[in-house]
DNA sequence: CTATTAATTGACCAAGCGGTCATAAATGTT
DNA sequence: AACATTTATGACCGCTTGGTCAATTAATAG
């Protein structure tokens, strides 16, 4: 069916690959010739499947998004309790970002963005609102079907979520050298229990 | 006594422009051309006095820092229950950076700084390490004190400091576009509340 | 085998970057 | 008035940046 030469790459694999060195070392800090280093591509290869440094930024940025969001989704599934899921997610998500190199952590890729790009751009701004707005909403799911089924927090779901989001976009920051995966559990741990989660 | 031709211009004055402009922009985003628009100043004399832009970046940097943590230290002294000081002094802060143009706000300087330069800068990295540290004993003492007269907290004084500081440095994010300044007071009260302060 | 289509390749480009430097101008000292 | 010292000024530089493009190669369809 396809006709003309056919690609040596896959796109996906190189979106991967782009994740992968955004997200260490931000949008900015990324030249074109370390996405070609990474991905073995050459530039003409590059332009012609992503358009420019933007666009697979921002497809990065969405990937690494919709893999993170299926992971959290999958967890609380996996669990009888969607609480404990919740709970278990949030923990597992921390360590994700992983240890780099040296002892820092690369922290969350949107988080980054945000950080990085409002409000210099605007069209990151808003992919990463959409993304957090969604995000919100799934653990929102979680809660009032915890709460109709009985549970009783400390607060409304709402505050609850402002709270628990709030601490997680500290703990991908404070990763990054003011404090190790051990202590951010810990306050991540030491917050559940505040909420009465 | 001053020999040769006198500066037209206050170093400090520059500095305080120069924080303004990376504080907005970070420090990448942040040309140099940027900075000689914003000051008025000419190349020449930009690079004699501050050495290059990184020298220039850490020097705004810090002189944020002293600023930031003198206005918490004076609002907690002025209280008379330095707790009380402590909770309104962040208060305060919230509101610091200020709205923009658009309706995002810029965060907290240190915070930026940590996102968008570590890893790729270990100058900054330590600098920031030395301000996080500082600003923590400037807390420890307020709970310690607070606890030594008979005050009962939640946590003990470093976790505490832990989950607020957290909270902290996760607000001064999401305000850049992900909630208001309404949210994030509501937010910080809350959690004020849960650590029992 | 030829035509068609698309991917590869590397040379190329303008613009912006951070940074330098020789010269001119302004002050205090002698 | 001449000198020493410092700052002001803007032309200048090499390099890197993101991005383009024409020629070449490789696959498939007829």
Chains 1, 2 share one sequence.
């Not at 074109?32 to 012609?48: F, I, N």
């Not at 809660?143 to 089924?149: F, K, T």
Request: charged share 25%; aromatic share 8%.
């Amino acid at each position: 069916m396809t006709v003309g030469r056919p690609r040596k790459f896959n796109p996906d694999d190189i979106v991967r690959i782009a994740i992968d060195v955004f997200w260490k070392k931000g949008y900015e800090q990324t030249s074109v010739a370390d996405l070609l280093k990474a991905t073995g591509l050459h530039k003409g290869s590059l332009y012609q499947t992503f358009g420019d440094k933007k666009t697979l930024f921002k497809a990065a940025l969405n990937t690494y998004y919709e893999d993170i969001y299926t992971k959290h989704k999958n967890i609380i599934n996996s669990e009888p309790d969607p609480l404990i899921g919740l709970k278990k997610s949030f923990k597992e998500v921390l360590s994700y970002s992983g240890t780099m190199g040296d002892q820092s952590n690369r922290g969350c890729m949107v988080v980054n963005a945000i950080v990085e790009t409002v409000p210099n751009d605007a069209e990151i701004k808003a992919l990463a609102e959409r993304q957090f707005q969604r995000f919100n909403s799934l653990i929102l799911g979680v809660l009032v079907m915890s709460e109709s089924n009985g549970r009783k927090f400390k607060y409304p779901p709402e505050m609850t979520i402002g709270l628990l989001m709030t601490l997680m976009t500290g703990l991908s920051v404070n990763l990054k050298d003011m404090i190790n995966l051990e202590q951010a559990n810990q306050i991540l741990e030491a917050q559940f229990e505040l909420l009465g989660l």
